[in-house]
């Protein structure tokens, strides 16, 4: 399965930015074949999905991060970005990358571990 490796999380003020990154290894298939996500778990709720950037390069954001969070891949270094900006206190959540092929809608992906982020008001 496909190994990822989150980092870039720590704590800010409101209106800060963050970037977080998901490092990938032991694919199976090209990187870029793969449809890549962030998703955020805060306490007390379900894990949901943030961002997505799929084989053809096409990104889809869920609408509370829609002009603040910009989602990015290098394909080269098997890497995905996630570029946050003007952080609210509702962003506080621990942050997963997800890996899935050859669609967005497979039923199981391979996840990372996470990477905290915390926006104090």
């Known amino acids: 399965r496909v190994q990822l490796r989150e980092s870039g999380g720590g704590s800010v003020q409101a209106g800060g930015s963050l970037t977080l990154h998901c490092a990938a290894s032991?694919?199976?298939?090209?990187?870029?074949?793969?449809?890549m996500k962030w998703f955020r778990q805060a306490p007390g709720k379900k894990r949901e999905e943030v961002a997505v950037?799929?084989?053809?390069?096409?990104?889809q954001y869920t609408d509370s991060v829609k002009g603040r969070f910009t989602i990015s891949r290098d394909i080269a270094r098997q890497t995905l970005h996630m570029r946050m900006r003007r952080l609210k206190p509702e962003d506080t959540a621990v942050y997963y990358c997800?890996?899935?092929?050859?669609?967005?809608?497979?039923?199981?992906?391979?996840w990372g571990q996470g990477t905290q982020v915390t926006v104090s008001a």
């Open positions: 997800s890996a899935s092929y050859p669609s967005c809608t497979e039923s199981s992906p391979d």
């Open positions: 950037v799929d084989r053809s390069g096409n990104q």
């Open positions: 032991s694919l199976t298939y090209v990187y870029s074949a793969y449809c």
